[in-house]
């Protein structure tokens, strides 16, 4: 069966600090990948997608990036966080078909990024 | 572009009673329609979807409609449970547009009071 894992769960960071969440998928192979971010109480806002290794494409323009060294790893980064970047960050991933996204996503536990 | 609408962004129902859950989507193209339950503190996880050649779909006490014309959707959960409540999205999507990704609802939170 296929599981995504992704840490740290919570992060307590200070405003101007580096940034890395990583999140893996196992038991599938070439998935589609996604992070998004969810404010206090907010929606889901997808930040990152990932269709292949080394393909990123950004939906919010920002000082955080992805990068996708592997198959099945994801990670998202920053080199100097902002206050505003404090959130809930989720890694996703979904089949890949012959049409693109297919069907259901699966996300992962969440990382929460608190920056003071 | 995708762009879905949901309402309302908070809904309380006493437990027991029925709740609905709207949403409204722009792209005559989007076929799949799937919803997700978020509960504190954790990833959203599927409920159920639906596909543009279906007009509803019952799941147990969960069920979505869907009016291809009006191009709407929604979520309705009878007999509520206090489990129910979370934080619910919609989200819709046109499987034929490649690598796209799910556009989502901004979510409603379901509070079912015992």
């Known amino acids: 069966s296929q599981t995504i894992h992704q840490w740290p769960a919570t992060l307590v960071q200070p405003v101007g600090s580096p940034l890395s969440l990583e999140c893996t998928v196992e038991?599938?192979?070439?998935?589609?990948l996604y992070w998004y971010r969810q404010a206090a109480g907010r929606g889901l806002q997808l930040l990152f997608y990932?269709?292949?290794?080394?393909?990123i494409s950004s939906e919010v323009p920002q000082n955080l990036s992805a990068s996708r060294p592997q198959d099945r790893q994801f990670i998202l980064s920053s080199k100097k966080l902002l206050l505003s970047d404090s959130g809930f960050y989720l890694c996703?991933?979904?089949?890949?078909?012959?049409?693109?996204?297919?069907?259901?996503?699966?996300f992962g536990e969440g990382s929460r990024l608190t920056v003071l | 572009g995708e762009n879905v609408e949901q309402h309302p962004s908070t809904l309380s129902v006493q437990e027991g009673d029925s709740a609905v859950i709207k949403c409204t989507y722009s792209?005559?193209?989007?076929?799949?329609f799937p919803w997700y339950k978020q509960e504190l503190g954790k990833g959203p996880q599927l409920i159920i979807d639906?596909?543009?050649?279906?007009g509803e779909k019952k799941d147990q006490r969960i069920a979505v409609t869907l009016n291809k014309t009006a191009k709407h959707f929604s979520l309705h959960i009878t007999e509520t449970q206090p489990e129910d409540s979370a934080v619910y999205f919609c989200?819709?999507?046109?499987?034929?547009?490649?690598?796209?990704?799910?556009?989502f609802g901004k979510g409603t939170r379901l509070s079912v009071i015992a």
């Open positions: 038991g599938t192979s070439n998935p589609n």
């Open positions: 639906i596909r543009s050649n279906v």
């Open positions: 989200a819709a999507h046109d499987r034929n547009s490649g690598n796209t990704p799910l556009v």
């Open positions: 792209d005559s193209a989007s076929n799949y």
């Open positions: 996703a991933w979904s089949k890949r078909g012959r049409g693109g996204v297919t069907g259901e996503l699966f």
């Open positions: 990932s269709v292949g290794i080394g393909q």
